[in-house]
């Protein structure tokens, strides 16, 4: 049964950085998937943050590019969301996402929250 697991959420102040982590469990295939993060504001609908394809390509959502960084791991099954300049409206549950042809998985979410 696949898996996926984030960590690495908090509170930080505006202008900081963080890292959060998603490990994958329960396939040998996930070199192939495609990687993503979505986050949900409060009150707010689910949306893209970043992806990664297996091939390396990425994509952002035009309100993170040049403050977030997507990454992977494949050897160690992890993906990674690398943030800085965080700000008030960033705040959200951070979901880690893994796509196949067949199927998409979710892990059950990190909170960061931004505030002073």
């Known amino acids: 049964q696949v898996q996926l697991v984030e960590s690495g959420g908090g509170l930080v102040q505006p202008g900081e950085s963080l890292r959060l982590s998603c490990l994958a469990s329960?396939?040998?295939?996930?070199?192939?998937?495609?990687m993503g993060w979505y986050r949900q504001a409060p009150g707010k609908q689910r949306e893209l943050v970043a992806t990664?394809?297996?091939?390396?390509?990425?994509d952002y959502a035009d309100s993170v590019k040049g403050r977030f960084t997507i990454s992977r791991d494949n050897a160690k099954n992890m993906s990674y969301l690398q943030m800085s300049s965080l700000k008030p409206e960033d705040t959200a549950v951070y979901y880690c996402?893994?796509?196949?042809?067949?199927?998409?998985?979710w892990g059950k979410g990190t909170l960061v929250t931004v505030s002073s």
């Open positions: 996402t893994g796509r196949t042809t067949l199927k998409d998985y």
């Open positions: 329960g396939s040998s295939m996930f070199s192939f998937y495609t």
């Open positions: 990664m394809r297996s091939g390396g390509f990425t």
